[in-house]
Structure formats: structure tokens, C-alpha cells
């Protein structure tokens, strides 16, 4: 009889899981409460730096303060993209394309390998769409100077941006795990680690765990490497690993000369 009775709760729980998964909303609000949840540590950082030496001993830019109305502008922004934007998309996606939840999960190794792929993917369009609206006056004046309005970025500041910019950034998530065929599971997995080292990049911390630090011979900017670029502008375009600044020339590190 117990036997019987977990076998329907497990089923009964296997089918809520997957009308919340295939549900037109899941998209935004997983967006959104990762991307929330991500901030949530730094923002109470900002919060005890200014009184906390140990805090602000990390924090790159110790004498720029993060105040309640910035956090709250940005907040009001994102919301405002979101409901008015990446929701209707997502329902037009929704319809167009349902998700189906395969019954088999993918293995370990398919998993890291496709969700560095999508990274490395993604690294590159947003480098070279950086790029040229960095060079394009009036791609900038009118789509991503919105975004480089803080020169000391903090985790909201992320997604504190232009409608076009989030809409494009957005496009080349959801393309990438498409293009490589990859198992949902491994998609909502990029999403997540997407959206954690795009927060982490514009933190505005820089603490011995960063993930900079962590990856050898100078592979990936972080944090550091993308505070520069909110400073300097023409430096830094790839948000997260190095190779295209090194091959472009506008890699820059602190107290470095730009190469040329």
C-alpha cells in the first residue's frame, strides 16, 4: 500500500513539475528569480559597505556608494522590460515552439561540455555586438548608452538597459541552446550560468574566489576586467572570457597600457 501510494505522489509530482516547466510564464518568472537571486548577496554587500572595512577592502571602486533610489530606478527598469517585453515573447515562443521534457536527462559530461559551448557561443556575438555599438555613434547614442550610464556598475546595473539591447541579448540565449540541440535541462542550466557571471561581472567586486581567479593564464576577464570597460569604454568588450580583446587588441587590464 505505501508502495502503491508513493508511486502517485511521485507521479502526481512528476506532472506538476512538468505543467509548471511547459507553463507560458515559467520563462519570466525563472528569469527574473534567478537573476534576483544572483543580485541578492551583492546588494546586501553594498549595503554594509560603507560601514564594514572588510567589505569594502573587496570592492573595486571603495568610493563609489550604491543609494536606495539607483537600486530602485534599476529595479523599476527591469520590471518594466520584463512584463511589457520578455513576457509577450515568451508566450509568442510558448506557442510556437512548446517545450517537451524528454524522460532521460543528459550525462554529466554533455551537460558541461554543451553549457560551455553555449558560453563560448554567446561570448562571441556579445563581443562583436559590443563592438560595433561602440563604434557606431549612433548604435550607442540611441541602444547602449542607456547601460553605461553607472561607471561604477553594481549587480542591477546588469540588466539596466535599453529594450533593443535586452531583446538582442536575449535572442542570442535562446538561439545558442537551439543551434547546439541542447536538452532543456542543459538549457536552463546555461540560463542560470549566464545569468550568475553576468551579474558577477558588474558586481563591482573582485574578492579571492572570483571566478577570474579561478580560471587559469588569464582566460577570463570578470568582475575587474568588466568594471575597466564601464571606466574606459574602448577597452574589455567580451563580458566574460579574454580571447577576442587579446585578438582585437583592446584587451586591458589595470594600470596597462591598451595594445595596439
Known sequence: VMSVHWMRLNYSGRILMENLLTS????????????LSCCLPYLCLDMLCSRIALVRRFKIQPQSQVTWPEARS???????????????LSLLHWFWKPLVCP?????????????????????????????????VPWLYCFFHKEHHYYTAPFTLTTQN??????????????????????HPLTEMLFFVANIFLSVEAH?????PWSPHRLVPFGLYGGARH???????????????FTHWDRLYG????ENMKIKK
Open 161 to 182: 538597459t535599453g529594450v533593443w539591447e535586452l531583446l538582442s541579448l536575449s535572442f542570442f540565449t535562446t538561439l545558442n541552446p537551439a543551434l547546439l540541440d541542447c
Open 103 to 135: 524522460k532521460m536527462a543528459p550525462d554529466t559530461l554533455s551537460v558541461v561540455v554543451d553549457v560551455l559551448a553555449c558560453l563560448l557561443l554567446f561570448d562571441m556575438q556579445y563581443f562583436f555586438w559590443h563592438l560595433l555599438h561602440h563604434n
Open 24 to 35: 507560458p510564464f515559467f520563462p519570466v518568472l525563472f528569469s527574473l528569480s534567478v537573476y
Open 226 to 240: 568588466h568594471d575597466l570597460h564601464h571606466r574606459q569604454f574602448r577597452v574589455n568588450y567580451a563580458p566574460y
Open 74 to 88: 534599476c529595479l523599476r527598469n527591469i520590471f518594466h522590460n520584463h512584463a511589457c517585453f520578455i513576457f509577450p
Open 250 to 253: 583592446s584587451l586591458q587590464e
Open 203 to 207: 558586481s563591482g567586486y573582485d574578492f
